[in-house]
């Protein structure tokens, strides 16, 4: 009998997570008791089983779906993978502003594809450098209507190149970048002028930023302007924000993008639900009961998924399954013995068995890094004969005679001591809980060891190995020897990467972010800057430059590249098919901040739906 | 004759085996005859005063006839006893101190009890307070809970409440033993001062502590090991005692109060026998001085003289 | 009886103090900075947005100011229900988030509690009185007692969840849904919250059978009911008494498992991914946001010290006696 | 989340098993422990209790000698059935790791966990009780408050407030600060059963005789309840095993070794073992708790009826 009672408690407890979900849901969510649809829908199986028996027909003005309280599965593109924690900001000028903010509600300028090493017009119609290339005209597509319906305009650009002035912003385009100028000379035109201009961070700038509306952010171009969370914005793009809570974000489709009649692309889904991160577990089941479509985690065993008959696909039918997403790396502390010493580190490189790494942690989702450490869209700036030539590769004997050949004997334990006979023991931190970087440093320590490198794995908190690794000031040594770290992801020059490794002055504090082997080489840092100041056009300064640059980092070995993480990436095919890969549509197909302007945008206007309303 | 015990044989269930807590016991109790029933602890006297008013789990009814004013007792049958219980025979509780239920009022909880015997409270709440005020407790402590009152207040309250169906026999268990000196004195005259009320036709007192049994009890049942040693008057089991252990018993009385928990029977070396596997032939043998090879058979409790029962060779006569 | 609750109230506020001073210290007295932190994970920012970032949280959660300053700010903002900004929620305000979570970890908590309480005192009540009842509830009980919260939702998830199919295994309700007064969110919030609540209400449930059970074999065999049974009183008082008396020490259970309880709850909503406080919890300690746990415990601090107090009332109310030592009588 | 308590609310009531009834059961005067054991022999809860306890701490002893794998060590086949070989009785885990070794080494930590908590929180609880309720007055109010904050302080702020000052928290620690947290029950059920004692005789006796507070509370007044003592150590015992394995399985385990709770956090939360359905992965960790503390709370009612003659069930 107490089953009876027990309902009722449940359905009044049930009743009181309704009325607070309701009140607490922002966006227009609409109290209007539903339709039909989903009232036929099995209880047990939401959100799997798809309510899709009666759904709206597809065009159906945007009022009247609105009003749906059940999005129809056939119509919903469900997500996840960017968001970690509730979506708390939609300004897109805010780097953590939620999923899809920035290539979904707001536009950039440009679109760039990594894959192919192209700028497709997007906001702008058009981009060019004067013939001295120290002016940057900009032609603003027209017909481009902001969802409040009021039109973009070259005001718009030049305020929101203007607004780069803003410290919070935290852009260096009015300093180091070399801009000196940005006017509306018409409409439509836009008007950059710069001295030295910083042509590769510029080309960045122009996919990277999404223009705003200058009649909405005027206000907020201030000291404060992160405190704007700019819910429900006003943008030019495909999807207009629908709701959010702290499990999920619901876009739906803008009936009114300029690209339906500009370029004829029309994004597919007319609900694309974001899902924030929890676990692996509950990531991977919902991938597999199809209520979730894209999920851009890492989730281990994946390739036994994919090849479980899930219907679970990756970019890749097989290893390494995921396009490369950026370079793992072995970051030692140049600051202190043995790791100042290049011969050691190289040493150090010899004896790391990656592919072990490849195999047994990663089960081929990963590939090996090519010892430059420049990720395979940059292959072109390879020097191959060079790192042919002077690339180490794991090698336990060369190890070992390169380490007696530097003067490092080995110990009565086996293994080597520094020269002055002092014991080696390198401490190598990864945080806690990042299970396959912990099983990772297990590996390396244990390929070292082979070679009479002593390596201690540790995990400390996540906060305890940033603490170890940045620098006080900078002349004091962190306390780090060996991190591993992957901050450079895809994008378009080469010159981030070795901004990340060259970086001079060395930055101290919280905000330290690149070089964080603390090596300095005023040459290196030299001519990162040349590679900076090169013309995109360029192609023959860039690779000599990268060249030169690679000569130095495969002699001195300050930093020692491993793999490359994957762009984390699995679908399932149940709902939407025609998902990027190798043999179809070549994008990259990740919803994080910074992947829709890189082509990943043009996924949603690719894919197909199964069940055809 | 109010009660009549014929071979009454109760042992105690354990684990270990059968405890032979009771091993037959035969006497009878007179009208208005206040009976103390003595001896060590672990002797059975407590059991066979329990087993007479309620068998415990543990308790098994294995022989023996009990009669009360005539009708059989079915002391077996704890259903059966409980038409008996309360208005026939009743019982003061060793634990009197915690006999009454913690969160119920005095009142309450006694006229929950009477009314759950079909008793009507309210005719019988005169005579209630009319026995409180007897026995010197104000007459609200039936507004009180147990925890409000004294230990001696509760003693006396239970005795009360034990007492108001006058039933014709009561088994006074222990009563005294948590009790200082002059308290147990006031109980005492209590006990007595209830029979002479007729509250009580006859009465059982239960105590290791002989010296208690001289102001109030008529005759004294002495126990030893689970059988019965000696009965007899008062003054016959001070002054004439016959079974040895009677004697020891008696002559190392200390002065009235002190109880034998306290200090070990300093006359009687050695401690009493297992009763899971009594010994045959006399129990106190292994601890008598007089013990002869006779005493391996086992000595009847017979009349010796009017009224004088013994379970001795030496006292009986060999020949007998 | 106003000494009583005076005490109560002494003792109630020195350990609101304590705790909640020990759990203003979480993000201070981290190693290492918490806006350090939060940079490092936003990889790909240019150095000078990276510079930027740090300078806007420094300002927004005051970490300039000096310590004691800081701890001032902190119970004056307290006491007006600020709970701080979330450190990975980049500002959002820990109240929003811990608001959004509370209402599902009530739904679940609330009724587990209540339900497995009375349902288990009855069982261990009926088991104490039948003896094929008390073979059957005794071993069940004692393998549900004994049962880790987390395992026992696991092995639901996986049987009922991921195999069979018959109820969701993740999170508060479908996300093809906006929470509206419809049927369909409605049955779909039950859909989603029945295995969370079984896994709770079952593991309590054999707690509160066991022990009952055993408080109501203890109070038959109590001095007062051997009395009563002396003196000819049906069982059905004697029974009366005991079960009324048993249920005492099973209130102060309730406080004293309250601590174990909420563990429960917590592990539950992990493995559910059930959207409640549990949830938030787990993500602020993966995700090492210190000011969103700092506001999740002290929630728990004061949802914890308010149910102690309702149980003392509750027992003040059930149990004469503490009322008698009020009133000064001889204890 | 605070320490866990009783399962048992008897352990809370002053009942309790102090009061056994001499005259009830006048067994013959055998040694305390001859007589324990004469009943702990033909009690079926104890020996099975008893029984199913050293099977799996013979687990925990023997079975990293038998599987000497490293539980970390990912050289397995990923994602293995269990089958007959060896070091695959239980299956792998999806990184490779053996479960079987993994189960063993949990076991011992769990063991190890259960022990010393239990050991630690039975010391602080019975030191703090004895005291609080042999001395009574100020004292007794000042330990009281002591109690009851420990009792509401939220354990988990606390050991996250400490773990920051570790580079990496172990088992021992674990262990540790479980039992740290765990006795606040204890201390209340003792003081209640000390007040109890505290007015006997013989305690006033044995202080006439001058002795001092220790000395009585350890001659006089614990061992007439050694019995309940020993009870409440094995309550601890399964309550520490619960703790402990909630504490790993909100990733506040110990970091590196490894432990029931952390099979069961690691198969959940990183593994995915429910929707890729390695039921070999997380039903052992689970199996084996519930064995462990079931057993002891069976354990538990067996001793109580050993101890207290009013329960033996014939």
């Given at each position: 009998m107490?089953?009876?009672?027990?309902r009722?408690?449940?359905l009044?407890?049930?009743?009181?997570?309704?009325a607070t979900?309701?009140?607490?849901?922002?966006?227009s969510?609409?109290?209007?008791?539903s339709t039909?649809?989903?009232?036929s829908?099995?209880v047990a199986?939401?959100p799997?089983?798809?309510?899709a028996?009666?759904?709206?027909?597809?065009?159906?003005?945007p009022?009247?779906?609105i009003?749906t309280?059940v999005?129809?599965?056939?119509?919903?593109l469900?997500?996840s993978?960017?968001?970690?924690g509730?979506?708390s900001?939609?300004n897109?000028?805010d780097?953590?502003?939620?999923?899809?903010v920035v290539g979904?509600?707001?536009?950039?300028?440009?679109?760039?594809?990594?894959?192919k090493?192209v700028y497709?017009p997007w906001?702008?119609q058009?981009g060019?450098w004067?013939s001295?290339k120290?002016t940057y005209?900009?032609?603003?597509r027209?017909g481009?209507?902001w969802s409040?319906g009021t039109?973009?305009t070259?005001?718009?650009?030049?305020?929101?190149i203007?607004?780069a002035?803003?410290p919070?912003?935290?852009?260096?385009?009015?300093?180091?970048?070399?801009?000196?100028a940005?006017?509306?000379?018409d409409a439509?035109t836009?008007v950059?002028?710069?001295?030295?201009p910083?042509?590769q961070e510029?080309a960045?700038?122009?996919y990277?930023n999404a223009?705003?509306?200058?009649?909405i952010f005027?206000a907020?171009?201030?000291a404060?302007?992160f405190?704007?969370t700019n819910?429900n914005?006003?943008?030019?793009?495909?999807?207009?924000?629908?709701?959010?809570?702290?499990?999920s974000m619901?876009?739906?489709?803008?009936?009114?993008?300029?690209?339906?009649?500009a370029?004829?692309?029309?994004?597919?889904?007319q609900y694309i639900?974001?899902?924030?991160?929890?676990?692996?577990?509950?990531a991977?089941g919902?991938?597999?009961?199809g209520?979730l479509?894209?999920d851009?985690?890492y989730?281990?065993g994946?390739?036994q998924?994919?090849a479980?008959?899930?219907?679970i696909?990756t970019?890749?039918?097989g290893a390494p399954?995921?396009?490369?997403g950026?370079t793992?790396?072995?970051?030692?502390?140049?600051?202190?013995?043995p790791l100042?010493?290049?011969?050691?580190?190289k040493a150090?490189a010899m004896?790391?068995?990656?592919d072990?790494?490849?195999?047994?942690?990663?089960?081929?989702?990963?590939s090996k890094?090519?010892p430059t450490?420049l990720?395979p869209i940059?292959?072109?700036?390879v020097d191959?004969?060079?790192?042919?030539s002077?690339g180490v590769?794991?090698?336990?004997?060369?190890?070992k005679?390169?380490?007696?050949a530097a003067?490092y004997?080995t110990?009565?334990?086996?293994?080597?001591?520094?020269?002055?006979?002092?014991a080696?023991?390198?401490n190598?931190?990864v945080?806690d809980?990042?299970s396959?970087w912990?099983?990772?440093?297990n590996l390396?320590?244990?390929?070292?060891?082979?070679s009479?490198?002593?390596?201690?794995p540790?995990h400390?908190?996540?906060?305890?190995?940033?603490?170890?690794?940045?620098r006080?000031?900078?002349?004091?040594?962190?306390?780090f020897?060996?991190?591993?770290?992957?901050d450079?992801?895809?994008g378009n020059?080469?010159w981030?990467?070795y901004?990340?490794?060259f970086r001079?002055?060395?930055?101290?504090?919280?905000?330290e972010?690149r070089?964080?082997?603390s090596y300095s080489?005023k040459?290196?840092?030299?001519l990162?800057?040349?590679?900076d100041?090169?013309p995109i056009?360029d192609?023959?300064?860039?690779?000599?430059?990268?060249?030169q640059?690679?000569?130095?980092?495969?002699?001195?070995m300050?930093i020692?590249?491993l793999w490359?993480?994957?762009?984390w990436s699995?679908?399932?095919n149940s709902?939407w098919?025609?998902?990027?890969?190798d043999?179809?549509?070549?994008?990259i197909?990740a919803?994080?901040?910074g992947?829709w302007?890189?082509?990943?945008?043009l996924?949603?206007?690719?894919?197909?739906a199964?069940a055809?309303p | 004759?109010?009660?009549?015990v014929?071979?009454?044989?109760?042992?105690y269930r354990t684990?270990a085996?059968d405890?032979?807590?009771?091993?037959?016991?035969?006497f009878?109790i007179?009208?208005k005859?206040?009976?103390g029933?003595a001896g060590?602890s672990?002797?059975?006297?407590?059991?066979?005063?329990?087993s007479?008013?309620r068998?415990?789990g543990r308790m098994?009814?294995?022989?023996g006839?009990?009669?009360?004013?005539?009708n059989a007792l079915p002391?077996?049958?704890?259903?059966?006893m409980?038409e008996?219980r309360?208005r026939?025979?009743?019982v003061?509780?060793?634990?009197a101190?915690?006999?009454?239920?913690?969160?119920r009022?005095?009142g309450k909880m006694?006229g929950?009890?009477?009314?759950?015997r079909g008793?009507?409270?309210?005719?019988i709440?005169p005579e209630?307070?009319?026995?409180?005020?007897l026995?010197?407790?104000q007459r609200?402590v039936?507004?009180?809970y147990?925890?409000?009152?004294?230990?001696?207040?509760?003693q006396r309250?239970v005795?009360v409440?034990s007492?108001?169906?006058?039933?014709s026999l009561?088994?006074?268990?222990?009563?005294?033993?948590?009790?200082?000196v002059?308290?147990?004195?006031?109980?005492a005259e209590?006990?007595?001062?209830?029979?002479d009320h007729g509250f009580v036709?006859?009465?059982?007192v239960?105590?290791?502590?002989?010296?208690i049994?001289?102001?109030?009890a008529?005759?004294?049942?002495?126990?030893?090991?689970?059988?019965?040693?000696e009965?007899a008057s008062?003054?016959?089991?001070?002054?004439r005692?016959?079974?040895?252990?009677?004697r020891?018993?008696v002559s190392?009385?200390p002065?009235?109060?002190?109880?034998?928990a306290?200090k070990?029977?300093?006359?009687?070396p050695g401690?009493?026998p297992?009763l899971?596997?009594?010994?045959?032939g006399?129990r106190?043998?292994?601890?008598c001085p007089?013990?002869?090879?006779?005493c391996?058979e086992?000595p009847p409790?017979?009349?010796?003289?009017t009224d004088?029962w013994?379970?001795?060779?030496k006292?009986?006569?060999?020949?007998? | 009886?106003?000494?009583?609750?005076?005490?109560?109230?002494l003792?109630y506020?020195?350990t609101?103090f304590?705790?909640?001073t020990?759990?203003?210290?979480?993000?201070?007295?981290?190693?290492?900075d918490?806006v350090?932190s939060?940079?490092?994970?936003q990889?790909?920012?240019s150095?000078a947005g990276?510079?930027?970032?740090?300078q806007?949280?420094?300002?927004l959660?005051g970490?300039?100011?000096?310590?004691i300053?800081q701890f001032?700010?902190?119970?004056?903002?307290?006491l007006?229900g600020?709970?701080?900004?979330?450190v990975?929620g980049h500002?959002r305000?820990?109240v929003?988030?811990?608001?959004?979570?509370?209402p599902?970890?009530?739904a679940?908590?609330?009724?587990?509690?209540?339900?497995?309480w009375?349902a288990?005192?009855?069982?261990g009540a009926m088991?104490?009185?039948r003896?094929?009842m008390?073979?059957a509830?005794?071993p069940?009980?004692?393998?549900l007692?004994a049962?880790?919260?987390m395992w026992?939702g696991?092995v639901?998830a996986?049987?009922?969840?991921f195999?069979l199919?018959?109820?969701?295994m993740?999170?508060?309700y479908?996300f093809n849904l906006?929470p509206?007064l419809?049927?369909e969110f409605?049955?779909?919030l039950?859909?989603h919250?029945?295995m969370?609540f079984?896994?709770?209400f079952?593991v309590m449930?054999?707690?509160w059978?066991i022990?009952?059970r055993?408080m109501?074999i203890?109070?038959l065999?109590?001095?007062?009911s051997r009395y009563?049974?002396?003196?000819g009183?049906?069982?059905?008082?004697?029974?009366?008494?005991a079960?009324r008396?048993?249920?005492?020490?099973?209130i102060?259970g309730?406080?004293?498992?309250?601590?174990?309880?909420?563990?429960?709850?917590?592990v539950?909503?992990?493995?559910f991914?059930y959207?409640?406080?549990g949830?938030l919890l787990?993500?602020?300690?993966?995700s090492?946001?210190y000011?969103?746990?700092q506001?999740i415990?002290l929630?728990?601090?004061i949802?914890?010290?308010?149910?102690?107090f309702m149980?003392d009332?509750?027992?003040?109310i059930?149990d004469?006696r503490?009322r008698v030592?009020m009133?000064?009588g001889t204890a | 989340?605070?320490?866990p308590a009783?399962?048992d609310?008897?352990?809370?009531?002053?009942?309790?098993?102090?009061?056994?009834d001499?005259?009830a059961t006048?067994?013959?005067a055998?040694?305390?422990g001859?007589?324990?054991?004469?009943?702990?022999l033909?009690?079926?809860?104890?020996?099975?209790?008893t029984?199913?306890?050293l099977?799996?701490?013979g687990f925990?002893?023997f079975?990293?000698?038998?599987?000497?794998?490293d539980?970390?060590?990912?050289n397995?086949?990923q994602?293995?059935?269990?089958t007959?070989?060896a070091?695959?009785?239980f299956g792998?885990?999806?990184?490779?790791?053996?479960?079987?070794a993994?189960?063993?080494n949990?076991l011992r930590?769990t063991?190890f966990?259960?022990l010393l908590?239990g050991a630690l929180?039975?010391?602080?609880?019975m030191a703090?009780?004895f005291?609080a309720?042999?001395k009574g007055?100020?004292?007794?109010?000042?330990?009281?408050?002591?109690t009851?904050?420990v009792?509401?302080?939220?354990?988990l702020?606390v050991l996250?407030?400490?773990?920051s000052?570790?580079?990496?928290?172990g088992?021992?620690f674990?262990?540790?600060?479980?039992?740290?947290f765990?006795?606040?029950?204890?201390?209340?059920?003792?003081r209640?059963?000390?007040?109890?004692l505290r007015?006997?005789?013989?305690i006033?006796?044995?202080?006439?005789?001058?002795?001092?507070?220790?000395k009585?509370?350890i001659?006089e007044?614990a061992?007439?309840m050694?019995s309940?003592?020993?009870m409440?150590?094995?309550?601890?015992f399964?309550?520490a095993?619960l703790?402990?394995?909630?504490l790993?399985?909100?990733?506040?385990?110990?970091t590196?070794?490894m432990?029931l709770?952390?099979?069961?956090f690691?198969?959940?939360t990183?593994g995915?073992?429910l929707?890729?359905g390695?039921?070999?992965w997380?039903?052992p960790?689970?199996?084996?708790?519930?064995a462990?503390?079931?057993?002891?709370?069976v354990?538990n009612?067996g001793l109580d009826?050993?101890f207290n003659?009013k329960?033996r069930?014939?």
């Open positions: 107490e089953m009876g009672k027990s009722v408690i449940a009044l407890a049930v009743a009181s997570i309704v979900a309701c009140s607490s849901s922002s966006g969510a609409s109290p209007a008791a039909g649809p989903a009232a829908a099995p199986s939401a799997v089983a798809s309510t028996a009666a759904s709206p027909v597809p065009g159906a003005s009022t009247a779906n009003d309280t999005y129809p599965r056939a119509q919903t469900y997500t993978g960017k968001q970690w509730a979506p900001t939609w897109p000028l780097p953590n502003a939620a999923m899809g979904l509600q707001y536009e950039t300028l440009f679109l760039y594809d990594p894959l090493d497709t906001l702008a058009s060019t004067d001295a120290t005209t900009i032609k603003v027209s481009v209507k409040d039109a973009l070259a005001d718009d650009v030049a305020f929101t203007a607004m002035k803003n919070v912003v935290g852009s260096n385009l009015w300093t180091t970048g070399g801009v000196t940005a006017d509306a000379t439509s836009v950059v002028k710069f001295t030295n910083a042509y510029w960045q700038w122009i990277q223009i705003v509306p200058k009649a005027t907020q171009n201030t404060d302007l405190k704007f819910a914005g006003v943008g030019t793009g495909p999807y207009l924000f629908k709701r959010s809570s702290d499990v619901v876009w739906v489709k803008n009936p009114n993008w300029w690209a339906t009649a370029l004829q692309l029309n994004v597919q889904p639900v974001d899902i924030v991160n929890s676990s692996n577990n509950v991977l919902q991938l597999i009961q209520g479509d894209l851009n985690n989730l281990p994946i390739a998924v994919v479980g008959g899930y219907g696909t970019y890749f039918a399954y995921m396009l490369p950026n793992a790396v072995l970051v030692p502390n140049t600051l202190k013995k100042d010493d290049p011969a050691f580190r150090l004896s790391i068995n990656v072990d790494i490849v195999v047994k942690d990663y089960g081929n989702v990963v890094a090519d450490g990720l940059f292959s072109k700036y191959t004969a060079q790192r042919d002077l590769s794991f090698n336990t004997a060369k190890a005679s390169a380490l007696a003067g004997k110990g009565a334990d086996g293994f080597v001591t520094n020269k002055d006979g002092s080696i023991k390198l190598l931190e945080p809980g990042w396959d912990m099983a990772a440093e390396i320590a244990a390929s070292a060891k082979l009479g490198i002593n390596i201690n540790t400390p908190d996540f906060n305890t190995v940033v603490a170890d690794r940045n006080v000031d900078a002349t004091t040594p962190p306390k020897d060996l991190i591993i770290n992957n450079v992801q895809v020059t080469p981030t990467w901004d990340y490794v001079q002055p060395l930055q101290v504090g919280a905000a972010n070089n964080f082997e080489n040459d290196a840092w030299a990162v800057q040349k590679l100041m090169t056009e192609l023959a300064t860039m690779k000599t430059l990268s060249s640059l690679q000569k130095i980092q495969l002699t001195d300050p020692i590249p490359y993480n994957g762009a699995q679908v399932n709902v098919t025609n998902w990027p890969s043999k179809g549509n070549q994008v197909p919803t994080w901040n992947y302007q890189m082509n990943s945008i996924m949603l206007t690719q894919i197909k199964v055809k | 004759m109010s009660l009549q014929s071979d009454l044989r109760v042992y684990l085996g405890v032979k807590a009771l091993d037959g016991a035969t009878s007179a009208d005859e206040i009976m029933l060590e672990g002797c059975g006297k407590s059991t066979l005063g329990n007479l008013i068998l415990d098994k009814y294995v022989a006839s009990v009669t009360l004013d005539g002391i077996w049958d704890n259903t059966g409980n008996f309360f026939d025979l009743s003061i509780p060793q634990y101190m915690s006999a009454m239920n913690p969160t009022k005095i006694t929950e009890l009477l009314e759950s008793e009507n409270f309210a005719a709440k209630l307070l009319r026995r409180i005020d026995v010197g407790l609200d039936l507004n009180l147990p925890m409000e009152l004294s230990g001696g207040m509760k309250m005795m409440i007492t108001l169906l006058d039933p009561l088994i006074a268990d222990e009563i005294t033993s948590a009790l200082d002059s308290t147990q004195r006031a109980v209590t006990l007595v001062s209830f029979r036709k006859s009465m059982i239960i105590t290791h502590d002989v010296s049994l001289y102001q109030i008529d005759t004294i049942l002495i126990m030893y090991a689970g059988k019965l040693a009965k008062t003054s016959a089991i001070i002054n005692p016959l079974h040895p252990y009677t020891m018993l190392s009385l002065e009235v109060g002190v109880r034998y306290d070990k029977l300093s006359g009687i401690s009493p297992s899971l596997k009594p010994p045959t006399c106190f043998r292994a601890r007089l013990a002869f090879d006779k391996a086992e409790f017979v009349e010796v003289d004088h013994v379970a001795c060779w006292a009986t006569g060999t020949d007998a | 009886m106003r000494r009583y609750f005076g005490r109560k109230l003792t506020s020195i609101f304590v705790a909640a020990i759990d203003w210290m979480i993000p201070r007295f981290m190693p290492g918490p350090a939060l940079v490092a994970k990889a790909g920012l150095s990276a510079t930027a970032l740090v806007y949280y420094n300002d959660f970490f300039q100011k000096p310590i300053v001032f700010d902190f119970w004056a903002k307290l007006q600020d709970l701080g900004l979330s990975y500002g305000p820990v929003e988030s811990i608001m959004g979570a509370l599902f970890t009530l679940l908590l609330v009724p587990a509690i209540l339900l497995s009375w288990g005192n009855s069982f088991a104490a009185r003896k094929w008390d073979n509830v005794l069940i009980g004692y393998i007692t049962t880790p919260y026992l696991i639901l996986f049987v009922l969840g195999s199919r018959i109820f969701p993740s999170g508060g479908g906006e509206t419809s049927w409605f049955t779909d039950v859909a919250w029945i969370p079984a896994s709770l079952l449930f054999g707690g059978a022990g009952m055993n109501v203890y109070e065999e109590s001095d007062y009563l049974e002396a003196l009183a049906p069982q059905g008082l004697v029974r009366k008494y079960f008396n048993a249920m005492l020490p099973q102060t309730l406080a004293l498992q309250l601590g174990v309880i909420i563990g429960g709850q917590l539950t909503e992990i493995v991914a959207p409640g406080i949830s787990f993500n602020a300690i993966k090492e946001d000011f969103l746990l506001g415990f929630f728990i601090i949802g914890t010290l308010v149910a102690n149980v009332v509750a027992y003040v059930v004469p503490t030592g009133r000064g | 989340m605070s320490g009783s399962t609310p008897r352990m809370e009531s002053v009942s309790g098993s102090v009061d056994i001499k005259e006048a067994v013959p055998k040694k305390a001859g007589e324990f054991l004469y009943f702990a033909r009690s079926r809860k104890f020996l099975f209790a029984a199913i306890l099977v799996l701490v925990a002893i079975g990293p000698m038998i599987d000497t794998t539980p970390m060590d990912t397995g086949v994602m293995s059935s269990p007959m070989d070091g695959n009785w792998t885990t999806i990184l490779g790791e053996d479960v079987f993994q189960f063993v949990g930590a063991f966990v259960g908590a929180a039975a010391f602080i609880g703090i009780g005291t309720g042999y007055g100020w004292v007794d109010e000042v330990l009281n408050m002591i009851n904050v009792l509401v302080l939220p354990t702020a996250i407030v400490i773990s000052y570790l580079k990496a928290r088992v021992l674990e262990a540790v600060f479980v039992g740290l765990s006795w606040p029950w204890v201390a209340r059920a003792i209640a059963q000390t007040f109890t007015s006997r005789d013989f006033d006796l044995a202080k006439l005789s001058g002795r001092g507070t220790w009585i509370i001659q007044i061992p007439n050694s309940y003592l020993f409440v150590f094995i309550l601890l399964g309550g095993i703790f402990a394995a909630s790993d399985f909100i990733g506040l385990g110990p590196g070794g432990s709770g952390l099979m069961m690691n198969s959940v990183y995915a073992a929707t890729l390695l039921w070999w997380f039903i960790p689970g199996l084996g708790i519930m462990i503390v079931g057993a002891l709370y354990m009612v009826e050993i003659p329960l069930d014939i």
